[in-house]
């Protein structure tokens, strides 16, 4: 079982910046994939950025040059750099983890973006 804690969400203003936190009950190392989902009211999820363990990178079109990953190996945390956002970032953001093709899923955390 991987217990993943978000954080770091909030309301902010258009052209504003947020970071958002995932911290994870293991080692970072054992995950295979990490990554950010988002969920606007009456939408579905969607990928938003994720990180294999090797390192590699992918963003949604509608992020790229916006957000970017990063993480710390030794707090066991993937953060999520946003700039530049915009009311349409507005979603629950959520922390998923994929382990063995098992994904564990965080609590999610608010982002507002006012106009």
């Known amino acids: 079982q991987v217990q993943l804690v978000e954080s770091g969400g909030g309301l902010v203003q258009a052209g504003g910046s947020l970071r958002l936190s995932c911290s994870a009950s293991?080692?970072?190392?054992?995950?295979?994939?990490m990554a950010w989902y988002r969920q606007a009211p009456d939408k579905q999820r969607e990928l938003v950025a994720a990180i294999t363990r090797g390192g590699s990178t992918n963003y949604a079109d509608s992020v790229k040059g916006r957000f970017a990953l990063s993480r710390d190996n030794d707090k066991n945390t993937l953060y999520l750099q946003m700039n530049s956002l915009q009311p349409e970032d507005t979603a629950v953001y959520y922390c998923?983890?994929?382990?063995?093709?098992?994904?564990?899923w965080g609590q999610g955390t608010q982002v507002t973006v006012s106009s």
């Open positions: 293991i080692s970072i190392f054992s995950i295979t994939t």
């Open positions: 998923k983890s994929t382990i063995w093709n098992r994904d564990y």
